[in-house]
C-alpha cells in the first residue's frame, strides 16, 4: 500500500536549519509530483512546496522562497525539504503529499519548533 514517512523534524534555533525527509513508498515514486505542506497551531493546513516527478521544476510559498528547498532522489524513493533561515512563524507540522490516479495520500508529519 502506498506510505509516506516524513522524519527530520525537531527544534532548532531562530536562524538554524533542518533537513526534512519522505520516504515513499508503495507506488512508482519516479512517476508523481510530490507536495510539501505545513500546519501551524490553530491555523489551516498550507502549501509549502512542489517538485515534478523529474525534479526539473519547483515552486514555493513566498514566504519560504530563498529560503527553503525542495528535493528529490528517485533512486531511493525520497524526498527532501531544506530548509534554512528558519524563523518562529515557520513552526508547524510538516506533510509531505502525493496525488495518484488512486487517490490523494499524506504522510503522518514531522513537528518542526524553531524557537530560542
Known amino acids: 500500500q502506498v506510505q509516506l514517512v516524513e522524519s527530520g523534524g525537531g527544534l532548532v534555533q531562530p536562524g538554524g536549519s533542518l533537513t526534512l525527509s519522505c520516504a515513499a513508498s508503495?507506488?512508482?515514486?519516479?512517476?508523481?509530483?510530490m507536495y510539501w505542506y505545513r500546519q501551524a497551531p490553530g491555523k489551516e493546513r498550507e502549501w509549502v512546496a512542489t517538485?515534478?516527478?523529474?525534479?526539473?521544476?519547483?515552486a514555493y510559498l513566498d514566504s519560504v522562497k530563498g529560503r527553503f528547498t525542495i528535493t528529490r532522489q528517485n533512486a531511493k524513493n525520497t524526498l527532501y525539504l531544506h530548509m534554512n533561515s528558519l524563523k518562529p512563524e515557520d513552526t508547524a507540522v510538516y506533510y509531505c503529499?502525493?496525488?495518484?490516479?488512486?487517490?490523494?495520500?499524506w504522510g503522518q508529519g514531522t513537528q518542526v519548533t524553531v524557537s530560542s
Open positions: 503529499k502525493t496525488v495518484l490516479p488512486i487517490g490523494t495520500y
Open positions: 508503495g507506488f512508482t515514486f519516479s512517476g508523481y509530483g
Open positions: 517538485i515534478v516527478s523529474t525534479g526539473t521544476n519547483t
